[in-house]
């Protein structure tokens, strides 16, 4: 396999074998001290030891076994909004993982879409961009469940990856979060980084030029004793952004595994609510909302 990355700000002085083993998930460390696998900085080969500088081009090839490659169809059942010929609109479950990755290697809904589509499915996604991630244009984290689009051909992927990457896309989520916020409505615009103490996590920050811009509105929908029910769009896609944003100003969502202290008190409390985008084919707005999940329900019931 062959990955090429460009180096940020906060990786500038790092080692290229560790920059690659934080962030490309099918990279770990038997693969980066492998004689088999070779380094490069702006084409030219490197010792895995040499320390990068930023905007430097970096790339690794590497061998993986092709049992690790295989992805077996796994009969998981999918929560289906909308559906033809070119796109898949399905309400993913708390606890799915979107596609394989270190530490995930089964029972994605990548393993899913293989089943239920096989083999003329994967025909249509078969680069090196998108055969380990047929379909994924976008994704939602583990505990995060709600709407999400899946492409089911070559074609509506580029379309919609492309509405994606300009932000053309409508994303509405719902969220309880710790505290009473005090605005009604507000809108957090920050950089996002992610956190060097950390690489699980990601955070806010005012440094210049080393984050991506994010933007994240909400407006309140109910207060409860202790907590806030939230309505949130958001104008990006960054990793955790509603997470972090909400973190930021102090207001957790309730159960997150990883920005809340409180986080064994309940499940995570977000959900993907709506997506609004432009079929690939048909030129026509499309819209799919996903109920609100019980566990909002379970949770508001027992507080």
Partial sequence: MRETLIVELEDNGKRI???FTLLVPSFNRNHASSETTHFYINE????????VKEGDT???EYVVVDNDQEIIPTDIPLSILYEDEEVLVINKEQGMVVHPGSGNKENTLVHSLLFHYGEQFTKEFTDEETKERPGIVHRLDKDTSGVMVIAKTYNSYTHLMNQFKQRLTTKYYIALVKGKVQLRRGSITTDIVRDEKSRQRFTVTKKPNIGKSARTDYRVLKYYEGYTLLRIEIFTGRTHQVRVHLTSINHPVIGDPVYSRDKKDSPMLLHAL????????LEETITCVAPLPARFKEYIRLH
């Fill in 17 to 19: 074998d560790l920059i």
């Fill in 274 to 281: 709506s997506l609004g985008f432009t079929h690939p084919t």
């Fill in 44 to 51: 030219q080969i490197v010792k895995k030891s040499k320390k």
């Fill in 58 to 60: 970096i790339t690794v």
